[in-house]
């Protein structure tokens, strides 16, 4: 991997459930996304620009842009080290080792501070089961063997909220035993077995991830170094 190319932290490096590449959803199992998008309605907490970390660790930068009243389109980018950034003894590993790398007149975005390369695009939205808030990401703009576009696959977490800029996220885990015999791709099948088990830890992956939204006085830096790949004009 070349320095241009190089993951910020070991976040995204250990965050194999998130491919930036097309071509690994070819391998994911069909799994449906919970609850029905045409009734959510959208938590406007969530509204913005988002750091995720994993065990303290950059895990990447989301954000979320309301589509209509019930649904986002959700951006993720991989933050990378530019080429010319030279970074002595320090590390980047958290939010704030971020911004002050960002925020710095020299360095901030760029090949002498940090820049990006790639971007997953996800419809998302939110749904409630048994008191439980799950937050859906459906992959955008995937072609299907048979030519035409769509997925079959979703990204099902479980959302907990801290604070109202702080969140924790963990992905359903198909693979337990609880999931036997069970359509994955009967999104009325999934949610019943959820229900019965909302409060069943099995139910649940061991990772868990953190959400931080961007402080107000941050999304400037933020949001250059998403124009720096998706060209969205925050």
């Known amino acids: 991997?070349?320095?241009r190319t190089?993951?910020?932290?070991?976040?995204?490096?250990?965050l194999t459930i998130i491919p930036v590449i097309v071509g690994l959803l070819a391998c994911m199992p069909e799994i449906a996304p919970l609850g029905n998008p045409e009734r959510a309605k959208i938590d406007h907490e969530l509204t913005g620009v988002w750091f995720m970390e994993?065990?303290?660790e950059v895990a990447g930068v989301f954000y979320f842009e309301p589509y209509d009243k019930r649904t986002w389109l959700l951006f993720f980018i991989e933050p990378e080290e530019g080429d010319e950034l030279d970074l002595g003894e320090e590390t980047i590993d958290t939010y704030d080792d971020m911004v002050e790398i960002l925020t710095d007149e020299v360095r901030g975005v760029g090949s002498k501070g940090i820049t990006a390369s790639e971007v997953s695009t996800y419809k998302s939205w939110t749904t409630k089961l048994r008191g439980e808030t799950f937050l859906i990401w459906v992959p955008k703009g995937q072609l299907r063997d048979d030519g035409t576009f769509?997925?079959?696959f979703a990204w099902n977490w479980h959302l907990k909220k801290i604070t109202p800029?702080?969140?924790e996220i963990r992905l359903i885990s198909f693979e337990d035993p609880i999931f036997?015999?069970?359509d994955l791709t009967n999104r009325r099948a999934l949610e019943k077995v959820i229900r019965k088990n909302v409060n069943n830890e099995a139910l649940y992956d061991d990772q868990v991830?953190?959400?931080?939204k961007v402080k107000p006085e941050h999304l400037d830096a933020f949001g250059d170094l998403l124009n720096?790949?998706?060209?969205?004009?925050m």
């Open 1 to 3: 991997m070349t320095p």
């Open 6 to 14: 190089r993951s910020i932290g070991g976040g995204l490096m250990m």
């Open 165 to 167: 800029t702080h969140f």
């Open 228 to 233: 720096e790949v998706t060209g969205l004009m």
């Open 180 to 182: 036997e015999d069970v």
């Open 54 to 56: 994993e065990d303290d």
């Open 150 to 152: 769509g997925v079959d």
């Open 209 to 212: 991830f953190s959400l931080i």
